[in-house]
T-cell receptor
């Protein structure tokens, strides 16, 4: 199956800082998603981004499908950005997703 | 809109007991999924469904069964609970497997 590696595993930011999270895939995918899990455990879908670039407020994502990686950018970080960011990808029947191990982000005030 | 609702939110089982976790969605999504999340790890797919009356195995299906008799409901059953099934279980639904991926708030299950 597809292997998904995320880096870095942990990230500590000062409020207002920018950061980049990376996700590498062992194989090409046609379904690529980014999720945020807040400190209370709730998972929120951020982006569906199999290729190209998308932006949503202070968050943006870029996927380079030919090189099998995706980047998530957090600009002007806020304490509410804390939590774990997961990328997930798939191409099999049922559009099943394989999740990476996550990047744990802590934004300090 | 409630989105995806999971019941119960917490449960403690004794080894060998059985239980059913219920997932209900009100978005008319075709695809539904059951994942488990263990401490410090990502999510692993247990079973999934691509439409009413269909089910299929995911990455870690052993010890679990599922049913999707109605489009809006996806049930996860544990026939004989084991301590290794202690985990947080998440249900998700998606319009077509790509768009509208929505998770429930999770069920924390402890098997003693």
């Amino acid at each position: 199956g597809i292997q998904v590696e995320q880096s870095p595993p942990d990230l500590i930011l000062q409020e207002g800082a920018n950061s980049t999270l990376r996700c590498n895939f062992s194989d090409s995918v046609n379904n690529l998603q980014w999720f945020h899990q807040n400190p209370w455990g709730q998972l929120i879908n951020l982006f569906y981004i199999p290729s190209g670039t998308k932006q949503n407020g202070r968050l943006s994502a870029t996927t380079v499908a030919t090189e099998r990686y995706s980047l998530l950018y957090i600009s002007s970080s806020q304490t509410t950005d804390s939590g774990v960011y997961f990328c997930a990808g798939g191409k099999a029947a049922g559009n099943k997703l394989t999740f990476g191990g996550g990047t744990r982000v802590l934004v300090k005030p | 809109n409630a989105g995806v609702t999971q019941t119960p939110k917490f449960r403690v089982l004794k080894t060998g007991q059985s239980m059913t976790l219920l997932c209900a969605q009100d978005m008319n999504h075709e695809y539904m999924y059951w994942y488990r999340q263990d401490p410090g790890m990502g999510l692993r797919l247990i079973h999934y469904s691509v439409g009413e009356g269909t089910t299929a195995k995911g990455e870690v299906p052993d010890g679990y069964n599922v049913s999707r008799l109605k489009k809006q409901n996806f049930l996860l059953g544990l026939e004989s609970a084991a301590p290794s099934q202690t985990s947080v279980y998440f249900c998700a639904s998606a319009r077509d497997g790509f768009y509208g991926y929505t998770f429930g708030s999770g069920t924390r299950l402890t098997v003693v």
